[in-house]
């Protein structure tokens, strides 16, 4: 037991992150019995535990079932409507890495709640008032209000917002007069533009000092590439669209700490990869959701969670983003994922920064399935190369190439085929794919 948290087993093997005071039991029959009253769904489920909430809220919790899309989709949305009434509400829509959309309704007690874990992100790297702030997206223009009250409240003076248009050279090149030192925008954002952001200043004279990447995960040797380039740091801002945004890296960028007060997470039946570190499949619950609230969410991301100190000093806990639980597929009863793929090849050719992955049913060859790469047209010389990795050095796909169950395709497009705000790196297309 450290930093003020301990794991909480439950009775079906999961287990949740608990802050260790005693007021957390009392905060936690608030929320539950809050919910009872705004929501007939989770009401009714409160019910089928046959607990009392204000005799024992952790059982109760304990004996919650799991929330999923589809439930927050058509039930929860509705039920959120119907709250709001006629109160001012905004909307925060998913875009671009689902294939459904979801939209999370807040009314300002939200709002704020959401700000105070952003602005804690912000003030984590240091962001304050003599910080230039510029955030850059295709659209969604609205959102970046929300960041801006964020960063004035820290201090910040001067908070633009720098639209990315089809011109992508045209619409980076201000940022040479805005001169900025945070900068905040979305990974799929920062790879289109990192031709045209790359040599915007002479060497050394970059005065971006931080770069926030939201929405998405980066990966690890691009991030490396820019940070040396342009003599920044990356800090990732760990959220989801149903959630919020949740969690941010500290100056050691070694895991997202956050705030289990706010947004509290469990583990399906966790792997213990330390004493003080689980992985596996997260469920969120958002206790500081006061419209649009989610008892164990599975929103669909695999995790590690470390209650071990970070050198930082600051107390919560930390977590790291692993992969979509959707990036993970069964070919031939083995099983695969999207970021070992991506690691096999990046192993072979550095440079690969985008890569979308499709999975085919191939009716010419009986059970076997086409696993269609694409890549950036930039590296259509290592062609042969990906070809010899995927057939050869994928320690059991070589044999189920071999014998026929997979096949490969590599085609190479243009850098703005992949998508719009996000990528979408991986589509199953085999009809008993689940959703
Ligand atoms: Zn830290």
Known sequence: ???????????????????????????????????????????????????????????????????????????????????????????????????????????????????????????????????CFVCIDVGAAGIYDFYFRAARNLGVARAIFLHLTAEVAESVRPLHALQPTVLLTLPSLLIRMWPHLRGLWKPGACPIRVLF?????????????????????????????????????????????????FVLPSIKSPTYTASESIEGEVLFTTLHEHTHSVIKYEVGDMVRI??????????????????????AFILAGEKFSYSMFFAALSDKVPDIKIMSLEILENGARGNAVTLSFYFPIALSPYENVFYDVLKNEIFGLDSLYRYGFVDFKISFKPVTNFGGRKIKRLIDHRSEAAA
């Open 1 to 131: 037991m450290t930093s003020g948290h301990h794991f909480y087993r439950h009775h079906n093997g999961d287990v949740s992150v608990f802050p260790n005071e005693d007021m957390f039991s009392q905060h936690l029959l608030d929320y539950l019995q809050f919910v009872q009253n705004s929501s007939s769904h989770y009401n009714e489920l409160i019910q089928r535990t046959g607990l009392k909430v204000q005799n024992d809220p952790i059982t109760v919790f304990d004996y919650l079932p799991y929330t999923s899309k589809e439930v927050y989709r058509s039930v929860l949305t509705e039920e959120a409507f119907a709250t709001v009434g006629g109160a001012p509400f905004v909307t925060d829509f998913s875009s671009g890495s689902v294939a459904k959309s979801v939209v999370r309704i807040c009314r300002s007690s939200d709002d704020l709640c959401e700000q105070e874990i952003t602005e804690s992100t912000f003030s984590r790297v240091g962001v304050g008032s003599s910080d």
């Open 213 to 261: 990447m939201m929405g998405e995960h980066i990966d690890t040797s691009f991030r490396t590439v820019v940070e040396s380039v342009l003599g920044c740091k990356i800090f990732s801002f760990y959220g989801t669209t149903e959630i919020g945004g949740l969690a941010g890296e500290c100056k050691y960028q070694n895991g997202h700490h956050f705030n289990p007060h």
């Open 306 to 327: 470390s209650l071990a100190p970070c050198k930082c000093g600051e107390p919560s806990p930390r977590l790291w983003f692993l992969q979509r639980t959707t990036e």
